[in-house]
């Protein structure tokens, strides 16, 4: 299974209420029938850890999702939603009672840190975005639906990592990296990003393991559609006493859902120093007669 893809299997079971051919239906039996629709979640790296504590985990890429959202619409109404995080006995079999009609059913898998859903709005969003996969699902429940069904989730963020040429100092505490234009938040009927921020840092702590080393990155996670887009990023290194010790800026930076936007460069070698020359090479002669 490829890494950028979770499997959530849905399986249907038919919950029905039986009643006397003969006998007039009560307000209660003349409600809609509704069926119990369970979506197993089995993506590749499912592990179960049962001592000291019972985890399941979502992975990709080595990392485990912590949060799954499912909302439930008929139209434009919602009619439920359902929310677990990785501490749940049943993280990972969301189970929703559906009522029979045309369903369109939204999943969010997220580790994405401090996660806020707002149905007013239809967004979802998050202070530090993390790997995030989605995915919109249309549902025709019947009297007679029984079955599975499969549902491939998409990865619906970019990944912006940064690489230094140059040692890190020992007394590097963390890193700020700051795009003019960022996304945090989606519109989970279309997994689209909504709302770019501005001049938001976000801050990467510097492992011990990293001081004095060269070619260490960090990885920076925002929302995007799958069309190309560009923002400036500047970056920037601090000690613990707030002191920048390197900074550098990244011109029209590129980033696309679903890829890396990859950058290298050293940041503490030149002290953060611009130099100025001049160019006093004129350009090829413009001729002319009159």
């Known amino acids: 299974m490829n890494k950028n893809r979770i499997l959530l299997l849905a399986a249907l079971a038919m919950s029905l209420v039986a009643c006397t051919k003969d006998e007039p239906k009560s307000e209660e039996e003349q409600q809609p029938e509704t069926v119990d629709v369970t979506f197993e979640v089995r993506p590749d790296g499912w592990t179960i850890t049962r001592e000291p504590i019972r985890t399941r985990g979502l992975d990709a890429d080595g990392k485990a999702m912590t949060d799954i959202w499912v909302l439930d619409y008929i139209g434009t109404e919602l009619q439920q939603q359902v929310h677990q995080s990785s501490t749940d006995d049943d993280f990972g079999k969301p189970t929703m009672n559906l009522s029979v009609g045309n369903h369109s059913i939204y999943f969010v898998a997220s580790r994405g840190q401090n996660p806020t859903l707002d149905t007013d709005t239809k967004t979802l969003s998050f202070t530090k975005v993390l790997d995030t996969f989605y995915r919109a699902l249309s549902l025709n429940v019947s009297a007679t639906t029984n079955g599975s069904q ?12 940064v690489a230094f040429t140059d040692a890190i100092p020992t007394t590097a505490a963390a890193f700020n990296v700051t795009p003019a234009s960022w996304y945090y938040s989606i519109d989970y009927t279309t997994g689209l990003p909504t709302a770019a921020t501005s001049s938001q840092a976000i801050t990467v702590s510097i492992p011990a393991a990293s001081l004095g080393k060269t070619n260490e990155s960090v990885n ?13 990023v500047s970056i920037n290194c601090k000690d613990g006493e707030g002191n920048i010790l390197g900074a550098a800026t990244i011109h029209d930076a590129s980033f696309k859902r679903n890829r890396v ?20 090479e004129w350009d090829t002669e413009l001729t002319g007669t009159w």
């Open 150 to 161: 499969s549902v491939d989730l998409d990865r619906c963020v970019t990944k912006f990592k």
């Open 220 to 232: 920076v996670f925002g929302f995007s559609g799958a069309e190309e887009w560009t923002t400036d």
């Open 261 to 280: 936007s990859a950058y290298s460069g050293p940041l503490f070698s030149s002290n953060g120093a611009m130099t100025l020359s001049l160019n006093t």
